[in-house]
């Protein structure tokens, strides 16, 4: 059985969230960043930790990449031209959304405050303004690959939310897509763990 360390309101909601929408058995650890407890689980006290059966892992995305991958679901086929779209967005997901929001949280509360830089605050939300124009643009049907959701969805879902949480704007397209992947069922049980 799958042990997923982490808070709601952090990244560990992605793999929780997913673990959700497989159904598999789970337990569910509430850790906080950089505890004690964190620290006992991962070299760098970061959560979230996924314990399997082979060992820890410490990544939300490569979490979500293995479930997906072992269940068989929210994914393409491993060496398909559609995994490699799916990877693909993924991964730039990762490089400008997630990274840009993770700069704006270090600037706000991560850094110690003598290292904090408030004056890039605006060049962080002009970064993501301009890169969500593009992916509202790029999202093919109800989901980002078309009819089925994958776990990029849960990944763009997750970092709007988290933009719209620090007023962000989101374009319409995006805002529609975040909405309708917090209407799952499985998103409401992920939420429910806090």
């Not at 997923?4 to 960043?33: M, N, T």
């Not at 690959?145 to 879902?157: K, R, S």
Request: glycine residues 6%.
């Amino acid at each position: 059985m799958y042990k997923l360390h982490g808070q709601i309101k952090s990244r560990a909601l992605r793999p929780l969230w997913l673990l959700e929408e497989l159904g598999v058995p789970f337990e569910w650890v509430p850790v906080d960043p950089r505890s004690p407890e964190a620290f006992k689980l991962s070299p760098l006290g970061k959560i979230p930790v996924l314990e399997t059966d082979d060992g820890p892992v410490f990544d939300s995305v490569a979490m979500m990449t293995m479930l997906a991958d072992r269940h068989g679901a929210f994914t393409n086929a491993p060496g398909s031209y559609a995994r490699a779209c799916q990877d693909a967005l993924t991964n730039t997901i990762n490089e400008t959304f997630d990274a840009v929001l993770w700069d704006y949280a270090k600037h706000s509360f991560v850094l110690p405050e003598d290292q904090r830089v408030p004056d890039v605050k605006p060049s962080l939300h002009w970064q993501f303004g301009r890169y969500a124009e593009v992916m509202a643009d790029l999202i093919e049907g109800p989901f980002v690959l078309g009819e089925e959701p994958v776990i990029t969805d849960i990944l763009l879902a997750h970092c709007c939310g988290w933009a719209a949480g620090l007023k962000m704007e989101l374009p319409p397209g995006l805002r529609d897509h975040m909405n309708r992947m917090r209407a799952r069922p499985a998103f409401r049980r992920a939420l429910a763990h806090g």
